[in-house]
């Protein structure tokens, strides 16, 4: 009896699973320019009216798990600049090629019009963050996504994580420190396959914990160390919370003391009205981020994060001021960062962030996050040897320097308060995304997730075949 039970059972559930994978529909296709065929990076595809969506990888392509209850509905692929393209999902043609044409408003039709509105690119900024309270959600909500961590030299991958998380925020007016929650709810990860050899994170990690570093060698300092040591540094450099609750957090973290887009974000940036395009039918402003007079810092405990010079792109609505998409860089400016990060990371471009949001009932959500910086994990000999050590047969600069890519994609939205409650109730809300859990294939035969470019396909490949990334 008890062996007919068990064996009913894993029928049901093998029953369950085959129903959940046939219930719904998987597209893919690719979005290029009309007049030139170059792909289009980041462009929006996304149901009608949900908050199912994905964007397109690098070489213009994308992938789209759809519910079935879906299959009626109108899917919706835009890209800022570009006219948009609707079309019932049922009807879609699987592995088609979608062109955009290009949609650019008059710049000169706008600014003239008679009406009391900013026309220089700082003053829409700044009326820009004045309308956030009215922008950004004003509620508690729950957000779902998926998240991709990729570790690399200049030459290949050492380690790739991907997560699926749950956001919680209790509302733009809230403080972020203690108002958002970041929980990892599943995770699939390679092996580590990172060299450890970094002293100079050992060095700070003890410093950290309130000990002496004084002088330390390779032949000092046990693997064992060193290993916590980088543990530490992961948590600090590329922990969810940092980025979350931190200043990189632009819009979101706007009210808080210091804040990078705040109350003086003229002192350390300018921003200059470039041109006026149109996105999903909208007027929407173009607008360049530029350095001010003051260098940017990030006042990131036990990390010189500070020096910095900005640019990039913003991107607001000309109806509401709703800010879409920020495209935000800070290189090394100063000649003390400029000395540090050529040194330690090989490079000038420190943090790299882009943030898009995805407009739901009236309100300006997070929907997908990138963000690259370098990283201290392999850094070989910085001693005064280090030119002779660089000169050695078989030393590749290449395999030196480590930096670090987080995408986030944000797809359901929740809001009901008694789901919030039972969620809030039932999490650990653990925002660990190194530790270990178990692999639930099942979880992710479902779970939408980013397309891989094709250098990307080629790099997770090689790492898969030194570290599985469905066996840790």
């Known amino acids: 009896m008890k062996h007919f039970k068990l064996k009913h059972l894993v029928s049901v559930i093998v029953m369950f699973i085959t129903a959940t994978a046939f219930s719904q529909s998987n597209l893919n296709g690719k979005v290029a320019d009309?007049?030139?065929?170059?792909?289009?990076?980041?462009?929006?595809?996304?149901?009608?009216?949900?908050?199912?969506?994905?964007?397109?990888?690098?070489?213009?392509?994308?992938?789209?798990?759809?519910?079935?209850?879906?299959?009626?509905?109108?899917?919706?692929?835009?890209?800022?600049?570009?006219?948009?393209?609707?079309?019932?999902?049922?009807?879609?043609?699987?592995?088609?090629?979608i062109f955009l044409e290009e949609?650019?408003?008059?710049?000169?039709?706008?600014?003239?019009?008679?009406?009391?509105?900013?026309?220089?690119?700082?003053?829409i900024v700044q009326k820009a963050i004045e309308r956030l309270p009215a922008n950004l959600p004003e509620q508690a909500y729950l957000q779902k996504g998926f998240l991709r961590h990729k570790e690399r030299n200049k030459?290949?991958?050492?380690?790739?994580?991907?997560?699926?998380?749950?956001?919680?925020?209790s509302s733009y007016a809230a403080g972020a420190k203690d108002f958002i929650k970041i929980n990892v709810d599943e995770t699939r990860k390679s092996y580590d396959?990172?060299?450890?050899?970094?002293?100079?994170?050992?060095?700070?990690?003890?410093?950290?914990?309130?000990?002496?570093?004084?002088?330390?060698?390779?032949?000092?300092?046990?693997?064992?160390?060193?290993?916590?040591?980088?543990?530490?540094?992961?948590?600090?450099?590329?922990?969810?919370?940092n980025l979350f609750k931190g200043k990189l957090n632009l819009l979101r973290n706007s009210n808080a003391t210091g804040a990078l887009l705040g109350k003086n974000m003229l002192?350390?940036?300018?921003?200059?009205?470039?041109?006026?395009?149109?996105?999903?039918?909208?007027?929407?402003?173009?607008?360049?981020?530029?350095?001010?007079?003051?260098?940017?810092?990030?006042?990131?405990?036990?990390?010189?994060?500070e020096g910095f010079a900005p640019k990039g792109w913003i991107y607001i609505y000309y109806d509401n001021y709703a800010i879409k998409r920020v495209e935000y860089e800070l290189t090394a400016?100063?000649?003390?960062?400029?000395?540090?990060?050529?040194?330690?990371?090989?490079t000038q471009t420190m943090h790299k962030l882009t943030m898009t949001y995805m407009e739901y009932n009236d309100k300006m959500y997070p929907n997908y996050i990138y963000y690259e910086t370098?990283?201290?994990?392999?850094?070989?000999?910085?001693?005064?040897n280090r030119v002779k050590t660089e000169a050695e047969p078989g030393?590749?600069?290449?395999?030196?320097?480590?930096?670090?890519?987080?995408?986030?994609?944000?797809?359901?939205?929740?809001?009901?308060?008694?789901?919030?409650?039972?969620?809030?109730?039932?999490?650990?809300?653990?925002?660990?995304?190194?530790?270990?859990?178990?692999?639930?294939?099942?979880?992710?035969?479902?779970?939408?997730?980013?397309?891989?470019?094709?250098e990307e396909e080629k790099l997770i490949l090689d790492l898969s075949k030194r570290a599985s990334l469905y066996k840790n």
């Open 34 to 97: 009309f007049l030139t065929f170059q792909p289009i990076e980041s462009a929006s595809v996304y149901i009608k009216n949900t908050t199912i969506g994905t964007i397109s990888n690098s070489d213009g392509n994308f992938a789209l798990k759809v519910p079935k209850e879906h299959l009626n509905d109108t899917l919706v692929i835009s890209s800022i600049g570009y006219k948009s393209y609707n079309v019932v999902i049922e009807s879609f043609e699987n592995g088609s090629d």
């Open 103 to 123: 949609d650019v408003a008059s710049l000169d039709e706008v600014v003239i019009v008679a009406d009391p509105r900013p026309t220089t690119g700082n003053g």
């Open 155 to 169: 030459k290949e991958y050492k380690w790739l994580i991907e997560s699926a998380i749950t956001l919680y925020d």
């Open 193 to 241: 396959l990172r060299d450890i050899d970094s002293l100079f994170t050992y060095s700070a990690y003890l410093k950290s914990i309130g000990s002496n570093a004084g002088n330390v060698s390779l032949n000092s300092v046990k693997k064992s160390a060193l290993i916590n040591a980088i543990k530490w540094n992961d948590s600090r450099v590329n922990g969810l919370e």
């Open 267 to 305: 002192e350390k940036h300018q921003f200059n009205l470039d041109t006026i395009l149109v996105d999903n039918g909208r007027k929407i402003y173009k607008i360049e981020i530029t350095k001010g007079k003051d260098f940017v810092g990030l006042n990131t405990p036990n990390i010189y994060n």
């Open 333 to 346: 400016a100063s000649d003390v960062q400029k000395r540090r990060s050529k040194s330690l990371f090989d």
């Open 374 to 384: 370098p990283k201290l994990v392999n850094t070989g000999d910085r001693s005064t």
């Open 395 to 454: 030393f590749d600069k290449g395999e030196q320097y480590y930096y670090t890519v987080q995408e986030i994609l944000f797809t359901d939205i929740i809001q009901e308060t008694e789901l919030i409650k039972e969620e809030l109730q039932q999490n650990d809300w653990s925002a660990d995304i190194f530790s270990s859990k178990p692999y639930n294939e099942t979880f992710w035969k479902t779970y939408n997730v980013l397309l891989e470019s094709e």
